[in-house]
T-cell receptor, first 109, second 116 residues
Framework: LAKTTQPISMDSYEGQEVNITCSHNNIATNDYITWYQQFPSQGPRFIIQGYKTKVTNEVASLFIPADRKSSTLSLPRVSLSDTAVYYCLVGAGANNLFFGTGTRLTVIP | GAVVSQHPSRVICKSGTSVKIECRSL??????MFWYRQFPKQSLMLMAT?????????EQGVEKDKFLINHASLTLSTLTVTSAHPEDSSFYIC????????????FGQGTRLTVV
């Protein structure tokens, strides 16, 4: 199982773009990269998933370099409500989803 | 996205009693459901994986006789905490995956268990 490494915490001002990078050096060929957001006392919420290159949806972008050993979640123009813990997970198919430490993002007014 | 409903959202029970937590996939069929436990300020810890119609697979260090998991149908899995003790107080979260491969997992809203 690919282990992930993320910064423990990040601070950002409102309106700025936030980039959170995740390292997954031993990612397997069939692994996908998925990011989740978690607010206190709630279950994680799916943000975005990708395999390679760039994926964009209405809330975020995911950048994955050619070697796939890392990925970067980009949140455009964050607001106070984006304060949460963000988890990067790597896996495939029905494999178990193991959570790393996550990144605690604090958005400052 | 798909919806996973977890019930109850919070429960308080006396030490020594058992508590059952339900996890339902409301608009999709889930062959596999996952159960996690999360302590304050910590990440989610995978407890077990349940597959419909078969025995659950428990992670190392998780007592299968204490945390009973049943996955009787493609839309329902239950976790029963037996003979609960205060140290079992935690936030329990279930997750379900659609039957397709490489799809994202959807999580329930979690259950806050307090054992007094």
């Amino acid at each position: 199982l690919a282990k992930t490494t993320q910064p423990i915490s990040m601070d950002s001002y409102e309106g700025q773009e936030v980039n959170i990078t995740c390292s997954h050096n031993n990612i397997a060929t069939n692994d996908y990269i998925t990011w989740y957001q978690q607010f206190p006392s709630q279950g994680p919420r799916f943000i975005i998933q990708g395999y390679k290159t760039k994926v964009t949806n209405e809330v975020a972008s995911l950048f994955i370099p050619a070697d796939r050993k890392s990925s970067t979640l980009s949140l455009p123009r964050v607001s106070l409500s984006d304060t949460a813990v963000y988890y990067c997970l790597v896996g495939a198919g029905a494999n178990n989803l193991f959570f790393g430490t996550g990144t605690r993002l604090t958005v400052i007014p | 996205g798909a919806v996973v409903s977890q019930h109850p959202s919070r429960v308080i029970c006396k030490s020594g009693t058992s508590v059952k937590i339900e996890c339902r996939s409301l608009d999709f069929q889930a062959t596999t459901m996952f159960w996690y436990r999360q302590f304050p300020k910590q990440s989610l810890m995978l407890m077990a994986t349940s597959n419909e119609g078969s025995k659950a697979t428990y992670e190392q260090g998780v007592e299968k006789d204490k945390f009973l998991i049943n996955h009787a149908s493609l839309t329902l899995s239950t976790l029963t905490v037996t003979s609960a003790h205060p140290e079992d107080s935690s936030f329990y979260i279930c997750s379900a995956r659609d039957m397709g491969a490489n799809t994202e997992a959807f999580f329930g809203q979690g259950t806050r268990l307090t054992v007094v």
